[in-house]
C-alpha cells in the first residue's frame, strides 16, 4: 500500500534518552501517517531501541555542556552536511543548542519547513552568574535571527514563555503553536492502590540539577524530621554530567548514607515508582516548559507539592491536585508537606482531582495531535 505521504521527518535532539522519553510517541505517529522518520542524536542506551521503532537513525556529535569553539563549529558543520544529504522536507529541533545550531544549517541548506521546540527556557535563562547573564543576551540575539527565518513554527508549553519570547525575540503570532507539554500515556501511568504506611513516601522524580529545588527538598525534610513528622523522602532520577547544575553520584549517596534523604537511583519504570508514592515535590526554579514528571504524576493520582513558577502552574493547581509554594523557600516548602504528610482524606482527593486534570488536559493523544497538526501547516496557538 502507498504512503499517505512521502515526506521525511527529520528529529534533531543532543540526547537519544530525551528523544525516547519525550518525543516516541510523536514520531510512531508521524512514521504511521506515511512520514520516513530519522533521528539525529547523540547515540548512547537508546540507539537499538530507536532503531527498532523503524527509525534511522543518525549519531551526531553535538553535546549539550559543549564550549570548545572549534567543536561547535564542527557541530554546525556536520548538521549542514547531514541536512544536505538528507534533503528532509521537515526539521524538527527540541531544545536551546538544538533549536540555534539546527535552524543555522536549516537555512544554509535550504530545509523546507522548520520546526523548533522549547520545552522550557532552561539554566540560560534562569541562573544570574555573570557568564551566564553574558550568554543570555548571546542566545537571545541568536533567536531572534532563528525564530524569525522563513516556513518555520515554534512550539512552546506554557502561555508565559510563549509571551515572553513573543516580546523579547519579535515573533509573529501566525508562527506560533502553544503545545501544553509533551503528554501522558493514560494507559500505562493510571492510579494505584497507595500502600498505607504509617510513614508517606514524598518523592522528587527529576534529573538530578540544584535548580530542581533538591537543596530546598533537603532542609525541607530536615525541618519535618526535626518536628517528629514520619516520612520518608526519596529522591529518583537521572544523574546529568553535561548540566552546569549537576549534584554528583557521592553527594547523592553521602545524603543516602546520612538518613535524611534517600535516593534511589534511575528507573525507566515511572509508574512502579509513583505507586510507591504519597507524595510527589518538585520544588524547582529551572526555566520548565511543563515538567514531564508532573503530568504523569497527576495521571497516578499522586497530589502534587511544586513551586509556583511557568509549568508548574499549568499541572498543579493550588488547594486542588497540589499546593504551590514559593521559590526557594524550604520553610513554606516544609509547611506544605506536612499539611499533606499528616492527612490523607486530602491526600487522596488531591490525587483523584489530579487524575481527571491529566485526563482532560495532557494525554499524549492531544499532544500528537497537536504536532502533526503543525507539520500539516495548522500553526497557531493551540490549546
Not at 539546527?102 to 532552561?122: E, I, Q, W
Request: proline share 5%; charged share 25%; with cysteine.
Amino acid at each position: 500500500m502507498a504512503a499517505k505521504n512521502s515526506r521525511k521527518l527529520l528529529f534533531l535532539i543532543a540526547e537519544d534518552w530525551y528523544f525516547w522519553s519525550h518525543r516516541l510517541p510523536i514520531a510512531q505517529a508521524a512514521k504511521a501517517d506515511g512520514y520516513e522518520v530519522i533521528i539525529a542524536t547523540r547515540e548512547n542506551e537508546h540507539g537499538r531501541l530507536i532503531e527498532r521503532e523503524g527509525f534511522r537513525l543518525i549519531p551526531v556529535s553535538m553535546r549539550r555542556k559543549g564550549r570548545n569553539i572549534l567543536h561547535e563549529v564542527s557541530s554546525i558543520i556536520e548538521l549542514i552536511r547531514v541536512y544536505r544529504e538528507e534533503k528532509p522536507d521537515i526539521v524538527h529541533h527540541v531544545a536551546m543548542k538544538p533549536v540555534l545550531y539546527g535552524t543555522l544549517a536549516a537555512r544554509l541548506t535550504g530545509v523546507p519547513f522548520v520546526v523548533n521546540a522549547l520545552a522550557g527556557l532552561g539554566h540560560i535563562f534562569t541562573a544570574n552568574g555573570l557568564k551566564t547573564r553574558l550568554i543570555r543576551l548571546i542566545v537571545k540575539a541568536s533567536l531572534r535571527f532563528v525564530f524569525n527565518c522563513p516556513h518555520s513554527a515554534v512550539i512552546l508549553q506554557n502561555y508565559e514563555d510563549m509571551e515572553k519570547l513573543q516580546r523579547e525575540c519579535n515573533l509573529r503570532k501566525e508562527m506560533l503553536a502553544l503545545i501544553r507539554g509533551s503528554g501522558v500515556d493514560l494507559d500505562r501511568y493510571y492510579p494505584l492502590p497507595k500502600s498505607n504506611n504509617n510513614a508517606p513516601v514524598v518523592l522528587l522524580p527529576s534529573r538530578m540539577l540544584w535548580e530542581k529545588g533538591v537543596s530546598e527538598f533537603l532542609e525541607a525534610a530536615k525541618i519535618l524530621q526535626d518536628e517528629g513528622v514520619r516520612a520518608r523522602f526519596a529522591l529518583i532520577g537521572r544523574i546529568d554530567p553535561d548540566s552546569p547544575s549537576a549534584i554528583t553520584a557521592g553527594q547523592l549517596e553521602q545524603w543516602n548514607e546520612s538518613g535524611t534523604i534517600e535516593w534511589w537511583g534511575f528507573s525507566d519504570d515511572m509508574p512502579s515508582v509513583f505507586a510507591q508514592a504519597d507524595i510527589v515535590c518538585l520544588p524547582t526554579f529551572y526555566g520548565e516548559g511543563i515538567p514531564k514528571v508532573l503530568i504523569e504524576a497527576a495521571a497516578c493520582g499522586c497530589p502534587i507539592v511544586a513551586t509556583d513558577i511557568p509549568g508548574c502552574r499549568e499541572v498543579v493547581k493550588d488547594g486542588v491536585n497540589g499546593l504551590l509554594v514559593p521559590v526557594k523557600n524550604a520553610g513554606k516548602l516544609a509547611e506544605a508537606l506536612r499539611k499533606l504528610i499528616q492527612d490523607g482524606s486530602v491526600r487522596k482527593a488531591m490525587g483523584e482531582r489530579g487524575r481527571e486534570i491529566a485526563v482532560n488536559q495532557f494525554s499524549i493523544e492531544r499532544v500528537v495531535e497537536q504536532t502533526l497538526g503543525v507539520y500539516s501547516g495548522r500553526i497557531g496557538p493551540l490549546t
